[in-house]
């Protein structure tokens, strides 16, 4: 009997063998990505918890068109990933505190 950490799969050779085991040892996704998190972790510190064209419209109160405008005009800070575009929360509180006006005494 195969180790348990053994997965049986099908491979491209299944017609001549029923089962092949992979060789690869089983690992589950949430493990692989605890392991990626605590490597990056101990490289350079936690990672930013990055923020949705929706999380931005809903935080400024306005709809997503806008905020797609905002970046069109590259009025505010965002990254691009691949086709996705996502804001790091403290880049969109130093751009609010930027654009901030202070109240005019009345004329």
């Not at 350079?44 to 405008?69: C, E, I, T």
Request: with cysteine.
């Amino acid at each position: 009997m195969p180790p348990a950490s053994w997965v049986p799969a099908r491979s491209m050779c299944a017609a001549a063998f029923s089962w092949v085991l992979c060789r690869i040892p089983r690992m589950t996704g949430h493990a692989r990505q605890e392991d990626a998190v605590a490597d990056t972790a101990g490289r350079r510190g936690s990672l930013p918890h990055l923020l949705d064209v929706g999380a931005v419209a809903q935080h400024l109160g306005v709809d997503v068109r806008h905020v797609r405008r905002l970046v069109f005009e590259r009025r505010i800070p965002y990254i691009k990933w691949g086709h996705l575009l996502r804001f790091d929360p403290d880049e969109i509180a130093r751009w609010l505190e930027a654009n901030r006006r202070p109240a005019e005494r009345g004329r």
